[in-house]
């Protein structure tokens, strides 16, 4: 019989800049919690996040964080702000200076600060321990519940393998990762019956094993909502990124009866950021992930419904109800719809490049794939912002990041702030006038050939990792015969559609349309795909909050 793993131990981290504080802090927690808690420690506030991201995609738990309140970059207090989002359920205890316990007092409010430690803390035993015992105490007695974590086997190089991860972590759902080369992946696949063939495998937290599933299956053995509650409802809101996270948000606070349904992941483009620093209150920058986790925890909060991996593939106008159908055959209606679809990376038309999508070769962040760039040469293509942060994010592990660029410089595409950190990082080079005019490799990438678009001169360069960010296309197929589009896919609405003061043809209504109103009455849309949008984050979440304004007009009306 196989012997059941033991449990991981819990966490206990600390985060201080002065390296010698940091080492003497992290040596009392071992002295007296080492046996029972696992002691993190980290040197900024930065690395302090990484490790509970990283903590958090393997499934283990955080019960005490210990931050110094003086810290360059980001002090202790907007640290564990952060950290929240990570870890919400963590006890949270803030070191200071006699000096600085008006900020530790104004933080109990600000963060829900648990304590604060005056230093030195000597003797521990007097000073530290007891604190922390009282705090551990309250973490274990909490009504936070521990999630499972689901265990992954696959191939590093396999391209459904990598969309697995990459669902999971979008999802913010915990998991583990196993090659299966590996005597623990091995052992795994024995276990649920396997030989390695078929994969990825994913095991639940149950033990559930599941080969090759599909983003539904997962959905629906990790605790994602697949299924709607009820067959009609006030407002659907299609796509979950930044738009569509904020109709949901602000359909539901209204008290509208409000569906989200996702083909993938909330979040969008968005959601796949490693830093967004120009997005309104957030002077310190904010992930993605950070931001795409606390709108649907507050869309959820207001009554929210959040469906996930449900793929919708038309939309029918039956006298005042719109009804949306999903790839299964199955339906759910409304009074109104919020178009929020969004937008996808283009695909890079190159040889070589389709058969090792996945395998080296990804399109967006791919934020899954950064632990494995350690070390690595890596080429990024496109000069937009969502390509110059994922070069600053990927810089700081990997040996040197190249941006290729079509155009003759980046600020035709990219913020200024952003080219500035680039110029100022000393692993990332920009090589403009250049694209990859070919792929080459087996199971994963190893070759890229390069041509300069002024000489049509060709390098042979090594590389394992491609990132591509080349613009979008609109996810608005689904949508023909029925919505308006321009001649890319956009979505054509208000104004757009009525150039010369006419409404569109087959308008029926003696008003014209509404300002995000599409030529269906009721159906508005909001955020990148729409015609002519501002295509930032801060625009599209504006647009799903005036739609859902909008939406209420129209219900007034109708």
């Known amino acids: 019989m196989t012997q059941a793993a033991s449990p991981a131990r819990t966490v206990i981290l600390t985060v201080d800049d002065d390296p010698g504080v940091s080492r003497a802090v992290a040596r009392d927690l071992r002295r007296r919690y080492g046996e029972e808690h696992r002691i993190v420690r980290a040197e900024s506030g930065d690395a302090a996040l990484d490790a509970l991201r990283e903590l958090k995609l393997r499934g283990d738990q955080v019960a005490v964080i210990l931050a110094d309140y003086r810290m360059p970059q980001m002090d202790g207090i907007e640290f564990l702000e952060q950290a929240i989002d990570v870890f919400p359920g963590a006890r949270r205890v803030l070191l200071t200076a006699y000096a600085d316990t008006n900020a530790a007092i104004d933080a109990i409010n600000v963060i829900d600060l648990d304590h604060y430690l005056l230093k030195p803390w000597d003797p521990p035993e007097e000073k530290l321990y007891p604190v922390v015992d009282d705090l551990l105490d309250a973490w274990r007695v909490s009504d936070y519940k521990p999630v499972g974590a689901c265990k992954v086997v696959g191939h590093r190089w396999s391209a459904r393998s990598s969309g697995v991860r990459e669902f999971l972590a979008r999802n913010q759902v915990p998991y583990r990762w196993y090659s299966s080369d590996t005597p623990e992946g091995e052992r795994l696949l024995r276990a649920a019956g ?30 994602l909502a697949t299924t709607p509650t009820s067959e009609f409802y006030d407002l659907v809101v299609i796509g979950g990124g930044p738009a569509g996270l904020g109709s949901a948000v602000y359909g ?86 919020i178009l929020a679809t969004g937008v996808s990376y283009r695909q890079l038309d190159a040889p070589g490049l389709d058969d090792l999508t996945g395998c080296g070769v990804f399109y967006g962040s791919a934020l899954t794939e950064a632990a494995a760039c350690q070390g690595h040469d890596v080429y990024i293509v496109g000069g937009a ?174």
């Not at 990825?200 to 599933?213: K, N, R, S």
């Not at 035709?412 to 990082?425: G, R, T």
């Not at 209504?509 to 801060?538: I, M, Q």
């Open 252 to 337: 539901a606070s209204e008290g509208l009866r409000t569906v989200l349904v996702e083909r993938s992941a909330t979040g969008g483009q968005a959601g796949q950021s490693s830093r967004i620093e120009n997005y309104l209150g957030f002077p310190d920058g904010v992930s993605g992930a950070q931001l795409t986790d606390r709108a649907r925890r507050q869309a959820a909060k207001f009554g929210a419904e959040i469906l996930t991996a449900r793929e919708v593939t038309g939309l029918e106008v039956t006298g005042a109800s719109r009804t949306i159908r999903f790839s299964d055959g199955s339906s759910i209606s409304a009074h109104a719809v």
């Open 194 to 223: 396997q030989d390695g063939q078929r994969l990825p495998l994913v095991i639940t937290p149950e033990g559930t094993p599941l080969v090759e599933p599909d983003d539904h299956d997962i959905a629906a053995h990790v605790g």
């Open 385 to 558: 912002n969502s390509a110059g942060q994922a070069a600053m994010y990927l810089a700081r592990g990997a040996k040197s990041v190249t941006i290729l660029v079509r155009g003759a410089s980046l600020a035709a595409s990219m913020s200024h702030y952003l080219i500035e950190q680039i110029e100022n990082a000393p692993n990332i080079t920009v090589r403009p006038g250049t694209v990859v005019e070919s792929a080459h490799g087996g199971d994963h990438l190893e070759q890229l050939t390069l041509r300069d678009v002024e000489s049509g001169h060709t390098e042979l360069v090594d590389a394992q990792w491609l990132f591509v960010f080349i613009g979008a296309a609109p996810l608005t197929g689904w949508l023909d015969g029925t919505v308006l589009r321009d001649g890319r896919g956009f979505i054509m609405a208000g104004p757009d559609m009525t150039p010369a003061g006419q409404p569109p043809r087959g308008w029926e209504l003696d008003r014209p349309p509404y300002h995000l109103e599409t030529n269906v009455p009721g159906v508005f849309v909001a955020g990148d795909a729409r015609a002519e949008s501002a295509k930032r984050v801060a625009s599209a979440v504006g647009e799903g909050a005036m739609a859902v304004m909008l939406v209420h007009r129209y219900l007034e009306q109708s």
